[in-house]
């Protein structure tokens, strides 16, 4: 295990903070004002399309995003986030240098839908000298994410007499 400085060991504990999912704490305020958040699954925040996700605000879009329960609005659209009370993280790797932390884990997790959701993150923090979330940027298999998360349409029967 390396020697971090107190500096390195601070943006750690942050890291570990974020994923804490018992704290019941909000979280977007582990970021700087004007943070951003990268994701390169452009159905991710308020704004389809986007994978910067600039300031707080929408930062906690994110953050809150999957913590609701599924509405008829978020079935017709195909989505079926995961259920936060559910969330494991397992084969946690974490390091840090100077401002950067980096992170890995498998996350599992049920959708709010029922089914069984798993898959591998990486996230790479840059801390500012407040000891806030500069910068983050989020690695997972978009794949994956997209055909468990955003793409639960229901099968329409064909009705060839009606």
């Known amino acids: 295990m390396p020697e971090y400085t107190a500096q390195e060991r601070r943006n750690i504990d942050?890291?570990?903070?974020?994923?804490?999912?018992?704290?019941?704490?909000?979280k977007s305020m582990l970021f700087a004002e004007d943070a951003v958040w990268w994701n390169g699954l452009p159905f991710v925040g308020a704004t389809p399309g986007e994978t910067e996700?600039?300031?707080?605000?929408?930062?906690?879009a994110i953050l809150t995003g999957a913590t609701s329960g599924p509405s008829k609005k978020k079935l017709n659209t195909?989505?079926?986030?995961?259920?936060v009370s559910t969330i494991r993280n397992e084969d946690v790797v974490v390091l840090a240098d100077g401002d950067f932390v980096v992170r890995q884990h498998t996350m599992r997790a049920k959708t709010h839908g029922g089914k069984d959701y798993t898959n591998v993150y990486c996230f790479v923090f840059r801390f500012n000298q407040d000891g806030l979330i500069q910068y983050l940027t989020e690695h997972w298999n978009t794949w994956h994410a997209y055909n468990v998360l955003f793409n639960n349409f229901p099968m329409e029967p064909a009705h060839p007499n009606g």
Request: charged share 35%; glycine share 12%; no cysteine.
């Open 14 to 26: 942050q890291t570990e903070r974020l994923f804490d999912t018992t704290s019941g704490e909000d």
């Open 53 to 60: 996700h600039k300031g707080r605000a929408a930062i906690n």
């Open 78 to 83: 195909g989505v079926d986030a995961y259920d």
